[in-house]
């Protein structure tokens, strides 16, 4: 495939995709999940026959401490999960009891509850490890690629690798953005946030190997190779194993969505889209970066 001679039509598609997450974030944002703005979310499996409507009369009658709920069905574990506001232990174990009567047979799978100042932290510390991840990773490939300073530089890999990186997370956080503000209602949380870390794993790994590649052929050649056909060889060279790995995980992720837990639904969609997103942007973005940034510094110091 001729990918560096169709650059001009993968990157433009890129920049599109890019566009278009940036304005869904910035436009709809994101509603925060209970693990960033506080709150109890509680897995309670009840009698098969209950309804959603009963389980909110029960805490709008006899539960009503807990102030405004939300429920919605969990039909894989045939389970409800009710958020509210934040409650302490022992409000917890009364809000049990009080069930318990009502459904002898009920079973609480999962109970979280978070203050808001906590959950603040957490998000501090969330958007922190995101760009602390992205710095080092850059820096590292910079420093990997300190032997092949011709005909680019090596810190130039590690700023196209941080470029592919954001465009990895982007597109995902823009879908969720959106989803968010439908009457999907997709939240982030601290999973929404290990979602783009493994996504941020997974893109450099994909782009790793494609500029390691380069980076042999570059050696091998000895300048002999114009580098846009070195680049392009090497992209070749190493796309089938790129998406033969990430094929094998985007078939397991599709099984996950399908026939996973609720609670991990929008944590597997993160992750479907990004690692699919890296695929794409291992191969027709980061390499071609390197070509678009060789050209443009040959132009500027080409006198006239």
Not at 34 to 63: P, R
Not at 108 to 121: C, D, M, T, V, W
Not at 163 to 172: K, R
Not at 219 to 235: A, Y
Request: charged share 15%.
């Amino acid at each position: 495939m001729n990918i560096i001679g169709q650059r001009k039509i993968y990157l433009t598609i890129s920049a599109i995709i890019v566009v278009v997450g940036l304005f869904l974030v910035f436009n709809f944002g994101f509603k925060e999940g209970i693990d960033f703005k506080g709150g109890t979310l509680w897995q309670i499996k009840l009698d098969e026959s209950t309804t959603t409507a009963e389980v909110e009369e029960l805490f709008t009658t006899q539960i009503s401490e807990a102030g405004e709920i939300k429920v919605n069905t969990d039909i894989t574990n045939d389970a409800f999960l009710i958020r509210f506001q934040p409650i302490s232990e022992p409000d917890h174990q009364k809000f049990l009891s009080v069930i318990k009567a009502k459904y002898p047979t009920a079973t609480e799978l999962s109970f979280q509850s978070i203050g808001p100042s906590i959950g603040a932290q957490l998000k501090k510390n969330a958007m922190i490890a995101v760009l602390l991840a992205i710095i080092a990773v850059s820096l590292y490939i910079a420093f990997a690629f300190r032997k092949v300073s011709r005909p680019i530089s090596s810190w130039k890999y590690g700023i196209v690798t941080m470029a592919t990186l954001l465009h990895d997370i982007v597109v995902p956080a823009g879908l969720i953005a959106y989803l968010g503000s439908t009457a999907h209602g997709a939240e982030i949380d601290s999973n929404f946030v290990v979602a783009l870390l493994v996504i941020m794993g997974f893109s450099v790994h994909d782009t790793i190997v494609v500029f390691d590649r380069i980076r042999e052929n570059l050696l091998h050649q000895r300048g002999k190779t114009e580098f846009g056909e070195t680049i392009n060889q090497s992209v070749n060279q190493t796309m089938a194993r790129s998406i033969n790995t990430s094929l094998t995980l985007i078939i397991v992720l599709l099984v996950m969505f399908f026939a996973g837990p609720v609670n991990l639904k929008y944590f597997i969609l993160t992750l479907l889209v990004g690692v699919a997103t890296g695929v794409y942007s291992s191969i027709f973005v980061a390499s071609p970066l390197l070509l678009v940034w060789q050209r443009f510094s040959e132009r500027k110091t080409t006198p006239k």
